[in-house]
T-cell receptor
Framework: NAGVMQNPRHLVRRRGQEARLRCSPM?????VYWYRQLPEEGLKFMVY????????ESGMPKERFSAEFPKEGPSILRIQQVVRGDSAAYFC?????????????FGEGSWLTVV | RKEVEQDPGPFNVPEGATVAFNCTYS??????FFWYRQDCRKEPKLLMS???SGNEDGRFTAQLNRASQYISLLIRDSKLSDSATYLC?????????FGAGTTVTVRA
């Protein structure tokens, strides 16, 4: 029962380093979404990708953040030159087609701590 | 203004009690509505969809009021295992907007 797989589950980075978070969608799912949850806040949409395409990155910070979903391999969320404010839980989700609300499945999340 | 606003609680109730809470959303064009459950340091999990006609799933009852733009959740006969944070979620196209959550603690 392979759900959405995220790794690493926990990541500690020093300020200025890079963080790479990986997400393998559920089998048969070609749509991937990244959400960020800051402490004491709700999840916030970051980016929506299909294989090799960024569909909507309106929730991504303008600098230092990028996402990709290559033809082969997992989706990657990359954060360059991390700052303390990037400390959060990053959740990946996938769906078999464009999400209509209840067709989306979340991974267990990657917890980033910037020290 | 936040897209989805929830009373953070916490609601601390004894086993067997009924607890109810709601949320409001700002976008009147929102298309679908859900309650999710999130346990501490876990991913959010879909609890139930919410419809204007109201719907039940076991001990859980959800209601949507489109005119007032609020969504409610009622839990009857609370169990210890119901202790969690309940997230009000609104869908617009493919984007989910989450409330910050309402924390419920059920005590023995």
């Amino acid at each position: 029962n392979a759900g959405v797989m995220q790794n690493p589950r926990h990541l500690v980075r020093r300020r200025g380093q890079e963080a790479r978070l990986r997400c393998s969608p559920m089998k048969g799912h070609s749509h991937v979404y990244w959400y960020r949850q800051l402490p004491e806040e709700g999840l916030k949409f970051m980016v929506y990708l299909q294989k090799e395409n960024i569909i909507d990155e309106s929730g991504m910070p303008k600098e230092r953040f990028s996402a990709e979903f290559p033809k082969e391999g997992p989706s990657i969320l990359r954060i360059q030159q991390v700052v303390r404010g990037d400390s959060a839980a990053y959740f990946c989700a996938s769906s078999p087609r464009q999400n209509s609300g209840n067709t989306i499945y979340f991974g267990e999340g990657s917890w980033l701590t910037v020290v | 203004r936040k897209e989805v606003e929830q009373d953070p609680g916490p609601f601390n109730v004894p086993e067997g009690a009924t607890v109810a809470f709601n949320c409001t959303y700002s976008n009147s064009a929102s298309q679908s509505f859900f309650w999710y459950r999130q346990d501490c340091r876990k991913e959010p999990k879909l609890l139930m969809s919410v419809y204007s006609s109201g719907n039940e799933d076991g001990r859980f009852t959800a209601q949507l009021n489109r005119a007032s733009q609020y969504i409610s959740l009622l839990i009857r006969d609370s169990k210890l295992s119901d202790s969690a944070t309940y997230l009000c979620v609104v869908n617009n196209d493919y984007k989910l907007s989450f409330g910050a959550g309402t924390t419920v603690t059920v005590r023995a």
